[in-house]
């Protein structure tokens, strides 16, 4: 591949997370380099979510460091996390339900739309020449992600394969430096998966976005990740290559107990 | 024939001042999921801060009583009153109930409409004031001569007004980036966070443009019938508004606020004689009522559809 692994960007030190009697994450500890893709892994309830949810500020974890391009983050909101670049999707589809693809997409330019509100109240002119600009941008996020002709539909009536993938592309439409994938591919069928694979590894080549997914197919992950950690009841039990990852004695044990 | 269309028009012109208040409603529900139950008290908050102002201007500033700067003077400090009305409600309010109950922070806006109606007086006084907008209230005479029909000056000022507010209101959400970050926070919390909307700037937003609606629902009102606590109960009216045209959806309180104003004066002329009159306090309840037995969603709302 033409990209080049960089710095470490996030590194996570002795992440702890409760919530009330229930550890969610112990003491888990592993990086995440710039432009690497980087997968983890889990039985159910292993914690996978959490991690990410703790990575883009959702939850906050009770011990534990976060160093974010070589700085400790202090205590941080979503969409602080959003303004430093880091994107998401959801495990269960977060769309907007009642707009169209093209608003969902909009709504990720977001952050970089610098009119306020007044000033579309005021002149009208400057608000629709942005307008403008950030269409342009959105159009070629739906071009890569090829959902052309789909742009007007409101999304509630799209099928399940094809709302992953416009919440791929809002994310997207945010130009992040990391993205967050929630199980992206889940409960979709094989062409749809390789669809998504092929995306997922394009986004990383073409933009160089360092990705951080979680996902359950064993063959998806081990074939486009560069570095998986594994979790299981919220403890990290392997990290590394995949090739390292499938020959850990302790990863095969607790996926054998569970069937996947 | 004549009549008709007068009772009609009548009422239709102010099913749109009904709207106006509707929607100061249907924004903070969208945005939030909160049924702001003070929103008749912000109504009042409004005209009594502006009436207040341009009584005391002339007075601080060596300005004229009555000219055109003390209008606008007191207009825009009002206005300003009303977005640190939002911004406190969202800070002292919401903010630390967030993540409660719908029914928690409905009762801590009752909580709130007491304190914004205390405040009011507290500042200005209970005494019923005029308000005068320089528009009188007598018929068209153009409509009239001929015609025949008479429609009301004021009537139609204020309808227009009310309906520009409305087509901008609309404008700007539909079509700005505010506008899709509400709307996206009304869809989904989460997800609006995840790309960087946050949501007490939004609140907030809401909050201030809920209060401007307010003011001018209040100025109108206020202009018609006085300046007057009676103003709280505004929000009475827009409560069958509501039920009919959704609490989520703008354009049902355009038509929700229509049809209700447009049937509650048909019905008291041509119904009324029938029961004795006085059908108009009560007909858009019971429309509604009758309403909420065939499409509980109301015209516009989003129809819910548990999954299980
Ligand atoms: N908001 C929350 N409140 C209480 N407990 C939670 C919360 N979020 C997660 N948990 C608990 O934390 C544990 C880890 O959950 P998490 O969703 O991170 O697992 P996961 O690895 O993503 O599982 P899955 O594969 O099913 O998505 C579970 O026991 C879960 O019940
Ligand atoms: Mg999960």
Redesign the pocket.
């Known amino acids: 591949m033409a990209r080049q692994i960089g710095d470490v960007i996030v590194d996570l030190q002795n992440i702890s997370l409760r ?1 009330g009697g ?1 550890k ?1 994450l112990t003491d888990i500890s592993f990086n995440v380099r710039e432009h690497e893709i980087r997968s983890i892994i ?1 039985p ?7 991690m990410l949810n703790v990575i883009n500020g959702v939850y906050h974890p009770q011990e534990g460091q976060i160093f974010f391009k070589g700085a400790l983050r202090k205590k941080m909101e979503p969409h602080e996390a959003a303004e430093q670049g880091i994107a998401r999707t959801f ?1 269960n589809i977060a769309l907007f339900k009642g707009m169209t693809v093209l608003d969902n997409i909009m709504t990720g330019r977001n952050l970089k739309m610098k009119c306020n509100f007044l000033q579309h109240a005021l002149y009208w002119g400057a608000a629709q020449k942005e307008e403008i600009a950030h269409r342009i941008k959105v159009e070629e996020v739906i071009e890569f992600l090829e959902i052309q002709d789909i742009r007007k539909t409101p999304v509630g009536r799209l099928p399940y394969g094809l709302q992953k993938r416009v919440e791929l592309a809002r994310a997207l439409a945010a130009e992040p430096h990391i993205l967050l994938l929630d199980e992206p591919m889940a409960g979709m069928n094989v062409e749809e998966k390789q669809d998504m694979c092929r995306f997922i590894l394009d986004v990383n080549d073409h933009y160089g976005t360092t990705i951080v997914l979680i996902e359950h197919d064993m063959g998806v992950v081990m074939d486009i990740s560069d570095r998986v950690v594994v979790l299981d009841y919220g403890k990290k039990i392997g990290d590394g290559e995949p090739d390292e990852v499938k020959n850990n004695p302790e990863v095969i044990k607790a996926y054998l107990g569970t069937a996947h | 024939m004549q009549f008709f269309i007068e009772v009609l028009v009548g009422g239709l012109l102010s099913g749109v001042m009904y709207a106006l208040v509707a929607l100061g409603f249907v924004l903070i529900y969208k945005a939030s999921g909160v049924f702001n139950f003070a929103q008749g008290a912000m109504v009042f908050f409004a005209a009594l801060t502006f009436v207040g102002f341009q009584e005391v201007l002339p007075g601080w500033l060596g300005l004229e009583a009555g000219s055109g700067v003390v209008f606008w003077l007191a207009f825009l400090l009002a206005f300003i009153a009303m977005i640190l009305l939002g911004t406190a409600t969202e800070r002292i309010v919401l903010r630390p109930l967030v993540n409660q109950p719908h029914i928690t922070l409905f009762m801590a806006t009752i909580g709130l409409t007491y304190v914004v109606e205390g405040l009011a007086q507290m500042t200005w006084g209970a005494n019923v004031r005029g308000l005068d907008l320089g528009i009188v209230d007598e018929p068209i005479a153009w409509l009239m001569d001929n015609y025949e029909i008479g429609v009301s000056k004021f009537d139609l000022f204020a309808a227009g007004v009310a309906a520009s507010l409305v087509a901008l209101l609309a404008l700007l959400f539909q079509y700005t980036k505010v506008g899709r970050a509400l709307r996206a926070v009304a869809d989904d919390h989460q997800a609006a966070l995840s790309i960087g909307i946050p949501l007490q700037t939004i609140w907030r937003v809401v909050w201030a443009v809920a209060g401007f609606v307010a003011l001018v629902a209040g100025m109108i009102w206020g202009a018609r019938n006085g300046v007057q606590f009676a103003l709280t109960f505004t929000a009475l009216k827009a409560l069958p508004v509501l039920i009919l045209g959704g609490f989520t959806s703008v354009p049902g309180a355009i038509v929700g606020g229509l049809i209700i104003g447009a049937s509650e004066k048909l019905a008291e002329v041509y119904v009324g004689p029938f029961v004795g009159g006085g059908i108009e306090g009560w007909f858009p309840y019971m429309l509604a009522l009758a309403f909420l037995l065939f499409r509980p969603e109301g015209l516009f709302g989003e129809k819910h559809i548990d999954r299980v």
């Open positions: 919530f229930v969610a889990g159910n309830g292993a914690g996978k979510s959490s495990q």
